[in-house]
């Protein structure tokens, strides 16, 4: 069973930077298709973007595209998010997730089979 843990969030203005962390335990990391997700209030918990397990494949909300960069290091367990341009609406908190399937959609966060704790990012105006 994997535990995740995430790191990194905070207050910035609109257009700065941030980068989140996902360190991860238990099986090896290697195997699991990473994700991150995000829950503003009284919305439901969307898909930002996620990585195969090799690393070999990234995939992207249109609405993150070109600002931000999900990237890993299986030698670490840790999973990053690299968020650049931030808008207010970029405001959530922020959640890493795990999954063992490599059939499926990485963007349906029911497929995900572990979360972490979540991060809060404010984009302030």
């Known amino acids: 069973q994997a535990q995740l843990v995430e790191s990194g969030g905070g207050l910035v203005q609109a257009g700065g930077s941030l980068r989140l962390s996902c360190a991860a335990s238990?099986?090896?990391?290697?195997?699991?298709?990473m994700g991150w997700f995000r829950q503003a209030p009284g919305k439901e918990r969307e898909f930002v973007a996620a990585?195969?397990?090799?690393?070999?494949?990234?995939y992207y909300a249109d609405s993150v595209k070109g600002r931000f960069t999900i990237s890993r290091d299986n030698a670490k367990n840790t999973v990053f998010l690299q968020m650049h341009s931030l808008k207010p609406e970029d405001t959530a908190v922020y959640y890493c997730?795990?999954?063992?399937?490599?059939?499926?959609?990485?963007?349906?966060?029911?497929?995900?089979?572990?979360w972490g704790q979540g991060t809060q990012v404010t984009v302030s105006s």
């Open positions: 997730g795990a999954r063992t399937s490599y059939s499926g959609n990485y963007y349906n966060k029911s497929e995900y089979n572990y």
């Open positions: 238990g099986r090896t990391f290697s195997t699991y298709n």
């Open positions: 990585i195969k397990g090799s690393g070999g494949g990234t």
